[in-house]
Nanobody, 121 residues
Framework: HVQLVESGGGLVQPGGSLRLSCAAS????????MGWFRQVPGKDTEGAAR??????YTFYTDSTKGRFTISRADNTLYLQMNDLRPEDSAMYYC?????????????????WGQGTQVTVS
């Protein structure tokens, strides 16, 4: 049963921190690239961070580099978000590919969670 379930979103003041979690079923987690994407209504989906299936390689967009940290352990994907800014406000989605290596485009991610809202205000 393929499943990705996000948690940890909420309302936080600018400069604050949040930690997102994504519980994954083994078939979506094991040896698959996983990533966090975010979307604001009316705008394109943006990749926030990705981690390959081995856990060795991580990738960030320019706006999240140095502030966000993606990690994975025990069938769970995490996103530690520090120094949050109002422009980080979005619905955050966990997603997984079918390959170990990561690509950039959201269209290449096969499985998606339902999302968790992050509001920085």
């Amino acid at each position: 049963h393929v499943q990705l379930v996000e948690s940890g979103g909420g309302l936080v003041q600018p400069g604050g921190s949040l930690r997102l979690s994504c519980a994954a079923s083994p078939e979506t987690y094991h040896n698959h690239c996983m990533g966090w994407f975010r979307q604001v209504p009316g705008k394109d989906t943006e990749g926030a961070a990705r981690i390959d299936g081995s856990g060795q390689y991580t990738f960030y967009t320019d706006s999240t580099k140095g502030r966000f940290t993606i990690s994975r352990a025990d069938n769970t994907l995490y996103l530690q978000m520090n120094d949050l800014r109002p422009e980080d406000s979005a619905m955050y989605y966990c997603a997984a590919m079918v390959t170990i290596g990561c690509s950039v485009s959201p269209e290449t991610f096969r499985w998606w969670g339902q999302g968790t809202q992050v509001t920085v205000s």
